[in-house]
């Protein structure tokens, strides 16, 4: 089954930075564009940051952009987001998945448990 195992969340202040790490199995890695969503407690689950499978196009939502980026380790079947100049509205729980080639969500199998992002003074 495919599992996805999401990590380096913390507490962090306003203008600091995060670097979140996402595991993948049972998954071929390498053919598939992933992504990093976030989801807040009463809101919907957001797309924020997108890759193509080979690691050479990437999107982001506008609200991240320029500040946030997104990377990948197929070797190793990982996913990586450097966050910076994080803003109390970037507190969320952070999930990675799967995406479509169109750079819609589209997951593969069951959400993992994600990560928390605390940005607070």
């Known amino acids: 089954q495919v599992l996805f195992v999401e990590s380096g969340g913390g507490l962090v202040q306003p203008g600091g930075s995060l670097r979140l790490s996402c595991a993948a199995s049972?998954?071929?890695?390498?053919?598939?564009?992933m992504a990093w969503y976030r989801q807040v407690p009463g809101k919907q689950r957001e797309l924020v940051a997108g890759?193509?499978?080979?690691?050479?196009?990437?999107n982001y939502a506008d609200s991240v952009k320029g500040r946030f980026t997104i990377s990948r380790d197929n070797p190793k079947m990982r996913l990586y987001l450097q966050m910076n100049s994080l803003k109390p509205e970037d507190t969320a729980v952070y999930y990675c998945?799967?995406?479509?080639?169109?750079?819609?969500?589209?997951?593969?199998?069951?959400w993992g448990q994600g990560t928390q992002v605390i940005v607070s003074s």
């Open positions: 049972g998954i071929a890695f390498s053919i598939y564009a």
């Open positions: 998945n799967t995406m479509s080639t169109t750079g819609t969500m589209s997951p593969v199998g069951s």
């Open positions: 890759i193509t499978s080979g690691g050479g196009r990437t």
